[in-house]
């Protein structure tokens, strides 16, 4: 059923820009209200009600160690025998493992896992560590400096991070929010998860991947990564060295499928490196994520 209303959403956001109703001009708008709106005050709602002794237990580090190995492996591979280029590189290596944890991860989050809650400290982790370390690398590359204020601030320009850190202070201090606050809020969040499925959708309409010479090896290495490898080991951590309980290994092996972030391609984009891998990556696990989640789904619950 939780797979059934993603796909309907996706679909009714891709077949609105096939017909020329949504642009790529209000498919911005739709990103951007869910970005700065919708979304902190989702993700907000969803951290402050949270157990913080579940959330940051195994389920952190099963993610965070499926993340490090997957990226040493695109690493080690993409140096050996795609490129020696520094920027391509680090791009790549996020590509493998950068997970769209806001845009895909919050619907089937509450969808398919049916605990929103998971979410948080993923996204913590890539948007105050792995965002950062991504831009100070790009920026040593085509800088040849790096530029400390731009990269410390980065996380703390972002609303996202903000409310979700506001999340969890409330998590943690237990402190009682007012329903003068918590109706609005649980209202604007409401939005959220349409609003983000429906511009996803429109923005896979007109995108052709895999062109003859833009690097198809590092694309198809780094999606498959993304899409079959990343889950498995997340599965292989979760059940066996943090031996967490099904449900948990559930939620980690299933957030571990989740497609390729899109912000990658703006970053890609802003530094002029491999900005038609990262899109065609982004694509094509973006297609692949849906039956590899309905496979976990199949051999994990029937």
Aim: aromatic share 10%; net charge positive.
């Amino acid at each position: 059923m939780g797979f059934g209303i993603i796909a309907f959403v996706i679909f009714v956001g891709w077949l609105l820009a096939r017909i020329g109703i949504v642009t790529s001009e209000s498919r911005i708008v739709l990103n951007r209200v869910a970005f700065f709106a919708a979304s902190p005050a989702l993700l907000f709602m969803i951290i402050s009600r949270s157990d913080v002794a579940v959330v940051f237990s195994g389920v952190l580090g099963a993610s965070a160690l499926a993340i490090v190995t997957v990226g040493i492996i695109y690493y080690v591979v993409a140096r050996l025998w795609f490129t020696k280029d520094k920027g391509r590189l680090a791009m790549g290596t996020n590509l493998s493992v950068y997970t769209n944890i806001n845009n895909i991860g919050l619907p089937v989050a509450i969808y398919v896992i049916g605990d929103a809650q998971y979410v948080g400290p993923i996204m913590l982790l890539q948007l105050i560590i792995m965002a950062p370390l991504l831009l100070g690398a790009l920026d040593m590359q085509k800088q040849g400096r790096l530029s400390a204020a731009r990269i410390l601030t980065q996380p703390v320009r972002n609303p996202i991070v903000i409310a979700s850190l506001l999340g969890l202070v409330v998590a943690v201090t237990g402190f009682e929010l007012p329903e003068f606050v918590v109706q609005p809020l649980d209202t604007l969040g409401g939005a959220a998860v349409p609003l983000m499925l429906l511009a996803f959708g429109a923005s896979l309409s007109g995108s052709k991947p895999l062109a003859p010479g833009t690097g198809r090896r590092e694309v198809l290495f780094a999606a498959g990564l993304k899409a079959v490898v990343m889950p498995v080991v997340a599965w292989v951590f979760a059940q066996f060295v943090f031996q967490l309980p099904p449900e948990q290994v559930y939620a980690v092996t299933v957030l571990g499928a989740l497609p390729t972030a899109q912000n990658m391609y703006q970053y890609a984009l802003q530094y002029r490196t491999g900005e038609i891998i990262a899109r065609d990556v982004i694509l094509l696990t973006t297609f692949a994520s849906l039956p590899v989640m309905l496979v976990i789904a199949a051999l994990m619950h029937g």
